[in-house]
T-cell receptor
Framework: DAKTTQPPSMDCAEGRAANLPCNHS???????VYWYRQIHSQGPQYIIH???NNETNEMASLIITEDRKSSTLILPHATLRDTAVYYC??????????????FGSGTQLTVLP | KAGVTQTPRYLIKTRGQQVTLSCSPI?????VSWYQQTPGQGLQFLFE???????NKGNFPGRFSGRQFSNSRSEMNVSTLELGDSALYLC???????????FGPGTRLLVL
């Protein structure tokens, strides 16, 4: 799987949009971008994923650049409960190691009141 | 639809004992993967089961084993526990298309 680079920490004011960047310059054509988050000592929570088009669901939006070398996860109205470590992963879905996820260090997002 | 469930949520054992952890995947999911998460090593893949067969295995000693039942529920066993086995053990089930893994809440194991 391609390596990702994320800032170690970010702060966001409650009610504002949180924009979390991720660089994945070595991404391959068949690799998707996935985002998970993990609140302290809980299991990781799936947020969203995409291949090349922008995606939106009830939790967040995912913006992938045209060259696919970077992406941004957007939480439109951050709440205190969004404080967590956010992991950006790239992986090929249909590969032998597709279900062997590896998380990097992630970004610690702190939502401030 | 209910999420992935894991039991027990917390466990305290002593060195040399063995432990069995249980995971029930999301209904309809046939693939179950197990992970160990520690502050120092991060998330590490243990093994994956699909239709009662181990499909992939990570780089862990033979003390770590698992199995999957016909209803897709899975168990993992750790024998001869060591202090370093203290960790959060996570189970994840994969959607039928294999695109997405959904994690359970984890079992926090403390080995004394």
């Amino acid at each position: 799987d391609a390596k990702t680079t994320q800032p170690p920490s970010m702060d966001c004011a409650e009610g504002r949009a949180a924009n979390l960047p991720c660089n994945h310059s070595t991404i391959s054509g068949n690799e998707y971008v996935y985002w998970y988050r993990q609140i302290h000592s809980q299991g990781p929570q799936y947020i969203i994923h995409g291949l090349k088009n922008n995606e939106t669901n009830e939790m967040a939006s995912l913006i992938i650049t045209e060259d696919r070398k970077s992406s941004t996860l957007i939480l439109p109205h951050a709440t205190l409960r969004d404080t967590a470590v956010y992991y950006c992963i790239v992986r090929a879905v249909n590969s032998g190691s597709a279900r062997q996820l590896t998380f990097g260090s992630g970004t610690q997002l702190t939502v401030l009141p | 639809k209910a999420g992935v469930t894991q039991t027990p949520r917390y466990l305290i054992k002593t060195r040399g004992q063995q432990v069995t952890l249980s995971c029930s995947p999301i209904s309809g999911h046939r693939s179950v993967s197990w992970y160990q998460q520690t502050p120092g090593q991060g998330l590490q893949f243990l093994f994956e089961y699909f239709s009662e067969t181990q499909r992939n295995k990570g780089n862990f000693p033979g003390r770590f084993s698992g199995r999957q039942f016909s209803n897709s529920r899975s168990e993992m066993n750790v024998s001869t526990l060591e202090l370093g086995d203290s960790a959060l053990y996570l189970c994840a089930s994969s959607s039928p298309t294999g695109e997405t893994q959904y994690f359970g809440p984890g079992t926090r194991l403390l080995v004394l």
